[in-house]
């Protein structure tokens, strides 16, 4: 049997990831960052090991030993790891962090991306396991945008691909043609907090993927609890980029942006 490692942030994608894994016919051996990763991706894996988010030597050795040479990344972890925390990398995460140029995302996965490979574990294209949460094209709630905020996501647009170029992140936060909000190191939710606050309501919440996205990693995703930050921001439009942002449980995400009159919007430039 295939066996496929999932290396587990935060959030439900790795469990999606694992059960449509383990439909396509692979054991699935999961490496759970903590104190990141959901306790209840237990349920969807066939064995899971818990590692120190910082031990990256670990990491590797739990798929080596497990005889896995195929593997993904799925859910966030933030960089603000690096900055907030009390958490200690080992002595192969040092050696990977004083190698960079720079931090930015890209550098920081590839060189995981690079010392995986050098132990014979390739990391696959996260939407081999996630085809079907790619995110369509067109309007996915009942009420689609007004003319004004159309106007709103076609600018917001040009901003958030031109952040997303320079690897600093793939949200913005737009009202009125004016930026409200821009995504860095703090993620999509507190960025939304952020736009959401300046605009006072009504603002327009658009995100997208990297010019070149590599879909091995650092996927844009939204889930449920982006729509409830909206609601708390007042914000009243999504626009994520079709076919290559993840939509996690669309069919509750619709249904409560339908009762709180948010739109959301697959499009692609």
């Given at each position: 049997?295939?066996?496929?490692?999932?290396?587990?942030?935060?959030?439900?994608?790795?469990?999606?990831?694992?059960?449509?894994?383990?439909?396509?016919?692979?054991?699935?051996?999961?490496i759970?960052?903590?104190?990141?990763?959901?306790?209840?991706?237990?349920?969807?894996?066939?064995?899971?090991?818990?590692?120190?988010?910082?031990?990256?030597?670990?990491?590797?050795?739990?798929?080596?030993?497990?005889?896995?040479?195929?593997?993904?990344?799925?859910?966030?972890?933030?960089?603000?790891?690096?900055?907030?925390?009390?958490?200690?990398?080992?002595?192969?995460?040092?050696?990977?962090?004083?190698?960079?140029r720079?931090?930015?995302?890209?550098?920081?996965?590839?060189?995981?991306?690079?010392?995986?490979?050098?132990?014979?574990?390739?990391?696959?294209?996260?939407?081999?396991f996630?085809?079907?949460?790619?995110?369509?094209?067109?309007?996915?709630?009942?009420?689609?945008?007004?003319?004004?905020e159309?106007?709103d996501?076609?600018?917001?647009?040009?901003?958030?691909?031109?952040?997303?170029?320079?690897?600093?992140?793939?949200?913005?936060v737009?009202?009125?043609?004016?930026?409200?909000?821009?995504?860095?190191?703090?993620?999509?939710?507190?960025?939304?907090?952020?736009?959401?606050?300046?605009?006072?309501?009504?603002?327009?919440?658009v995100?997208?993927?990297?010019?070149?996205?590599?879909?091995?990693?650092?996927?844009?995703?939204?889930?449920?609890?982006t729509?409830?930050?909206?609601?708390?921001?007042?914000?009243?439009?999504?626009?994520?980029?079709?076919?290559?942002?993840?939509?996690?449980?669309?069919?509750?995400?619709?249904?409560?942006?339908?009762?709180?009159?948010?739109?959301?919007?697959?499009?692609?430039?």
């Amino acid at each position: 049997m295939k066996k496929l490692g999932i290396i587990a942030g935060t959030g439900e994608l790795p469990s999606a990831i694992a059960s449509e894994a383990r439909a396509l016919g692979y054991k699935v051996i999961g490496i759970a960052l903590e104190p990141l990763a959901d306790s209840s991706l237990s349920s969807y894996v066939d064995e899971l090991k818990s590692v120190n988010v910082g031990k990256l030597g670990k990491v590797i050795d739990s798929l080596k030993k497990s005889g896995v040479r195929e593997a993904v990344m799925a859910g966030k972890v933030s960089k603000t790891l690096l900055y907030t925390s009390r958490i200690t990398p080992d002595l192969r995460a040092v050696k990977l962090l004083f190698s960079l140029r720079d931090r930015r995302d890209d550098s920081i996965l590839l060189a995981v991306a690079e010392e995986l490979e050098k132990e014979g574990i390739r990391l696959l294209d996260i939407t081999m396991f996630s085809s079907g949460l790619l995110a369509p094209e067109g309007i996915l709630t009942k009420m689609g945008p007004s003319p004004e905020e159309w106007e709103d996501i076609k600018f917001g647009w040009r901003i958030a691909k031109q952040i997303g170029g320079l690897d600093i992140g793939q949200t913005v936060v737009i009202k009125n043609r004016a930026v409200m909000a821009v995504e860095a190191i703090e993620g999509t939710d507190e960025a939304i907090r952020r736009g959401g606050k300046l605009a006072g309501k009504d603002a327009v919440v658009v995100k997208v993927s990297k010019p070149n996205q590599d879909m091995r990693f650092d996927v844009p995703v939204i889930g449920l609890e982006t729509i409830e930050t909206m609601i708390d921001a007042h914000a009243l439009v999504l626009a994520v980029e079709a076919k290559k942002c993840l939509i996690l449980n669309r069919e509750k995400i619709i249904e409560v942006s339908k009762k709180a009159g948010i739109s959301i919007v697959g499009y692609s430039g």
